[in-house]
């Protein structure tokens, strides 16, 4: 079995192989985000605790956390799923995933320093590995340079210079995101009015129409008293005539 850990702290990671049956047994039944001693690995990684972050089986399948069995399954799987993409609007379908404990059958286990012990590991833990990103979201560019909201963070975008295939020395940042900027607030103060002027038109139309509908209701009584006086004036016209002869 393939062993993949990863150190967030100094951003390296080392693959070894563990073919050992007795050491593989500790890994055994055990669940994904469940921590484990590292002396279970062996002696150098004694004061080290790892979490299981994931793996593959032996045909590739990965392991989904949530789904607690050691084999693999079919699960059906809908829009926002992992590992599922949807092609039509309400469609569901069945997908082979792996389960989050750890079996046999695994070929690739990944794991996590959670804490780092004492002695250092080469390729792991014996040097350090600068970030080439930096961070795109302008909240947390001011977190990380301690600017305020007075502060451009345009000027503070972590960029990087390279040659491209053609020899050009080229630029490259990040777009900045959730940057608040005048024609952001202008758009904002647009998409408001426009919704305030539909409110009050739709509040007119709403009037305009009780109105036509009080005026039309108003002159139908007006033709039924109209209809009824003339019934009343011809019944008593024709009683008068009958008393009269």
């Given at each position: 079995?393939?062993?993949?850990?990863?150190?967030?702290?100094?951003?390296?990671?080392?693959?070894?192989?563990?073919?050992?049956?007795?050491?593989?047994?500790?890994?055994?039944?055990?669940?994904?985000?469940?921590?484990?001693?590292?002396?279970?690995?062996?002696?150098?990684?004694?004061?080290?605790?790892?979490?299981?972050?994931?793996?593959?089986?032996?045909?590739?399948?990965?392991?989904?956390?949530?789904?607690?069995?050691?084999?693999?399954?079919?699960?059906?799987?809908?829009?926002?799923?992992?590992?599922?993409?949807?092609?039509?609007?309400?469609?569901?379908?069945?997908?082979?995933?792996?389960?989050?404990?750890?079996?046999?059958?695994?070929?690739?286990?990944?794991?996590?320093?959670?804490?780092?012990?004492?002695?250092?590991?080469?390729?792991?833990?014996?040097?350090?590995?600068?970030?080439?990103?930096?961070?795109?979201?302008?909240?947390?560019?001011?977190?990380?340079f301690a600017l305020t909201k007075e502060d451009d963070v345009r000027k503070y975008v972590i960029a990087r210079t390279f040659t491209n295939k053609k020899g050009v020395t080229v630029r490259k940042a990040p777009k900045i995101q959730r940057l608040v900027t005048p024609i952001m607030l202008?758009?904002?103060?647009?998409?408001?009015?426009?919704?305030?002027?539909?409110?009050?038109?739709?509040?007119?139309?709403?009037?305009?129409?009780?109105?036509?509908?009080?005026?039309?209701?108003?002159?139908?009584?007006?033709?039924?008293?109209?209809?009824?006086?003339?019934?009343?004036?011809?019944?008593?016209?024709?009683?008068?005539?009958?008393?009269?002869?």
């Amino acid at each position: 079995m393939k062993i993949n850990i990863a150190c967030p702290s100094s951003g390296m990671q080392k693959v070894m192989e563990i073919d050992d049956e007795r050491r593989l047994q500790n890994l055994y039944d055990r669940r994904m985000a469940q921590e484990i001693d590292g002396s279970i690995l062996g002696e150098e990684f004694d004061g080290y605790f790892l979490r299981i972050s994931g793996g593959n089986d032996k045909q590739g399948f990965p392991m989904r956390q949530g789904v607690l069995t050691n084999t693999r399954v079919r699960i059906l799987c809908k829009e926002g799923h992992k590992g599922y993409r949807q092609r039509r609007s309400g469609e569901r379908k069945r997908k082979s995933v792996r389960g989050a404990v750890v079996g046999n059958d695994i070929s690739v286990l990944n794991l996590v320093v959670t804490q780092v012990g004492e002695k250092e590991i080469p390729g792991l833990t014996d040097s350090q590995v600068p970030r080439r990103l930096g961070p795109k979201r302008a909240n947390n560019i001011r977190k990380l340079f301690a600017l305020t909201k007075e502060d451009d963070v345009r000027k503070y975008v972590i960029a990087r210079t390279f040659t491209n295939k053609k020899g050009v020395t080229v630029r490259k940042a990040p777009k900045i995101q959730r940057l608040v900027t005048p024609i952001m607030l202008q758009r904002k103060r647009a998409r408001k009015s426009a919704m305030l002027s539909q409110l009050k038109k739709s509040k007119d139309e709403a009037e305009a129409y009780k109105k036509i509908v009080a005026q039309r209701q108003a002159e139908e009584k007006e033709t039924r008293r109209s209809l009824i006086s003339k019934r009343r004036s011809s019944r008593k016209s024709a009683k008068v005539a009958e008393t009269t002869k």
